[in-house]
Nanobody, 118 residues
Framework: QVQLVESGGGLVQPGGSLRLSCAAS????????MGWYRQAPGKERQFVAS?????????????NYADSVKGRFTISRDNAKNAVYLQMNSLKPEDTAVYYC??????WGQGTQVIVSS
């Protein structure tokens, strides 16, 4: 059984920062790629950021970002804790969405709400 649990969402003013955390349990290992997606009201879920896992033949720690968050968001992981983080700076109202943690193999968290509003 795999479980991903997000935390750290909330209400923040434009220009502010939030740090999302995702704790993984079960058959999740350091070899899994992990990342974040988001879904705004009335829109499809979209990719935000990902970080590659450690496995044979794979480059570790490759980062990918959506163009809309490059330079503002930073993804990181702590394999010892089976956790992945998303540091979000210079937040904009258009960043408002439910943010979902993802792990390769088709695993998803339940989501955490981020609202950017004055």
């Amino acid at each position: 059984q795999v479980q991903l649990v997000e935390s750290g969402g909330g209400l923040v003013q434009p220009g502010g920062s939030l740090r999302l955390s995702c704790a993984a349990s079960g058959r999740i290992f350091s070899g899994n790629d992990m990342g974040w997606y988001r879904q705004a009201p009335g829109k499809e879920r979209q990719f935000v950021a990902s970080i590659s896992g450690s496995r044979v033949g794979n480059r570790v720690g490759i980062l990918n970002y959506a163009d809309s968050v490059k330079g503002r968001f930073t993804i990181s992981r702590d394999n010892a804790k089976n956790a992945v983080y998303l540091q979000m700076n210079s937040l904009k109202p258009e960043d408002t969405a439910v943010y979902y943690c993802w792990a390769s193999g088709g695993y998803w968290g339940q989501g955490t709400q981020v609202i950017v509003s004055s």
